[in-house]
């Protein structure tokens, strides 16, 4: 075992090479991590029990680490447990070594098996749920709804207090505030939007479309966007509407109600476009590309955008009948 020291950041690697001319590399820049690391390394050789084996491997520490060693030796024992770092390990080894090979394996088995699961740390409350960026059917289902509580209080603040805006959804607030406020929804339970740092409503438009934006899958699925595609391209306007409103009927509760709550709320902004200015087609433009998209084809996107801008086009203007019609 060879302790390297990069005097630079006052970092070990020790690097340890076996009879069969494998070599592995270990490094941190935690101190007392290296030291753990070379008592676990030194207690295996010695539990071996073969003096073949261990007349095969060298120990050496070059004399300009072991004074650093012995300091660092003492300053180990005072570290407490939850101030250890996990290590990262660069391992280079032959596949013809299997002996090798699987006592590096479970040696890192044993590591990862010490650091707590993503649900463990949930359940202790260190690490919250998101809200943006979770999967809308999971995150309903925590809700208890079918239509995402944040959803909800955005088109509540905006018909409070926007319908009349200049240019409502298509105006940009300032992105540092619409990330505070994701941050806040993602990190408390109750939110009010009516609070003063809120005040501006873009911030409120741009924290819900960055919020459809960042689903996992979008509103209209993968698997049904072609199909979508399809009935817009239908020339007779009555044939089309009803095309959409047998898919709508296909999506999950949680994806055709937060839809049809998306879409009669964009259908009101529309309704005040004399004041706010946003007609169908700027809010197709605006909304298009963030509710839709294809999972493979990237090549005809500029094909799909006008597509794209249709779709949520027609779901405005024909709202009451695809949502509400017997």
């Given at each position: 075992?060879?302790?390297?020291?990069?005097?630079?950041?006052?970092?070990?690697?020790?690097?340890?090479?076996?009879?069969?001319?494998?070599?592995?590399?270990?490094?941190?820049?935690?101190?007392?991590?290296?030291?753990?690391?070379?008592?676990?390394?030194?207690?295996?050789?010695?539990?071996?029990?073969?003096?073949?084996?261990?007349?095969?491997?060298?120990?050496?520490?070059?004399?300009?680490?072991?004074?650093?060693?012995?300091?660092?030796?003492?300053?180990?024992?005072?570290?407490?447990?939850?101030?250890?770092?996990?290590?990262?390990?660069?391992?280079?080894?032959?596949?013809?070594?299997?002996?090798?090979?699987?006592?590096?394996?479970?040696?890192?088995?044993?590591?990862?098996?010490?650091?707590?699961?993503?649900?463990?740390?949930?359940?202790?409350?260190?690490?919250?749920?998101?809200?943006?960026?979770?999967?809308?059917?999971?995150?309903?289902?925590?809700?208890?709804?079918?239509?995402?509580?944040?959803v909800k209080?955005?088109?509540?603040a905006v018909?409070?207090?926007?319908?009349?805006?200049?240019?409502?959804?298509?105006?940009?607030?300032?992105?540092?505030?619409?990330?505070?406020?994701?941050?806040?929804?993602?990190?408390?339970?109750?939110?009010?939007?009516?609070?003063?740092?809120?005040?501006?409503?873009?911030?409120?438009?741009?924290?819900?479309?960055?919020?459809?934006?960042?689903?996992?899958?979008?509103?209209?699925?993968?698997?049904?966007?072609?199909?979508?595609?399809?009935?817009?391209?239908?020339?007779?306007?009555?044939?089309?509407?009803?095309?959409?409103?047998?898919?709508?009927?296909?999506?999950?509760?949680?994806?055709?109600?937060t839809m049809?709550?998306?879409?009669?709320?964009?259908?009101?902004?529309?309704?005040?476009?004399?004041?706010?200015?946003?007609?169908?087609?700027?809010?197709?433009?605006?909304?298009?590309?963030?509710?839709?998209?294809?999972?493979?084809?990237?090549?005809?996107?500029?094909?799909?955008?006008?597509?794209?801008?249709?779709?949520?086009?027609?779901?405005?203007?024909?709202?009451?009948?695809?949502?509400?019609?017997?």
């Amino acid at each position: 075992i060879i302790f390297q020291q990069q005097f630079a950041y006052v970092k070990f690697s020790p690097q340890i090479t076996t009879p069969s001319g494998n070599e592995f590399l270990l490094q941190s820049d935690e101190d007392f991590a290296v030291l753990e690391w070379f008592r676990a390394i030194k207690n295996a050789i010695d539990s071996l029990g073969v003096e073949q084996q261990i007349s095969k491997l060298s120990l050496n520490i070059r004399k300009s680490a072991s004074s650093e060693l012995l300091h660092l030796r003492s300053e180990a024992k005072e570290q407490k447990s939850e101030q250890r770092k996990s290590a990262i390990f660069k391992l280079n080894y032959s596949a013809s070594d299997t002996c090798d090979r699987n006592h590096v394996k479970s040696r890192l088995k044993k590591f990862i098996s010490r650091r707590p699961s993503l649900k463990t740390l949930q359940e202790k409350g260190l690490i919250k749920e998101q809200v943006f960026g979770c999967r809308l059917e999971a995150l309903c289902k925590r809700e208890n709804t079918t239509v995402p509580n944040f959803v909800k209080l955005c088109i509540e603040a905006v018909e409070k207090r926007g319908l009349d805006a200049d240019g409502i959804y298509r105006v940009s607030g300032n992105l540092a505030t619409i990330q505070k406020l994701r941050f806040v929804v993602n990190q408390e339970e109750k939110l009010n939007l009516d609070d003063s740092q809120w005040e501006d409503i873009h911030v409120v438009t741009g924290a819900l479309k960055m919020f459809f934006r960042e689903l996992p899958e979008p509103l209209f699925p993968y698997c049904f966007f072609e199909q979508f595609v399809e009935a817009i391209k239908i020339q007779d306007n009555d044939q089309r509407v009803k095309d959409i409103r047998i898919l709508v009927k296909k999506l999950s509760p949680s994806n055709r109600d937060t839809m049809r709550a998306l879409f009669e709320h964009l259908k009101r902004i529309v309704e005040n476009a004399s004041v706010n200015l946003m007609s169908t087609q700027s809010l197709g433009i605006v909304f298009g590309p963030t509710l839709l998209a294809t999972q493979n084809d990237t090549e005809n996107m500029a094909v799909w955008m006008v597509y794209q801008s249709q779709i949520v086009e027609l779901m405005v203007m024909e709202s009451e009948r695809i949502f509400h019609k017997n």
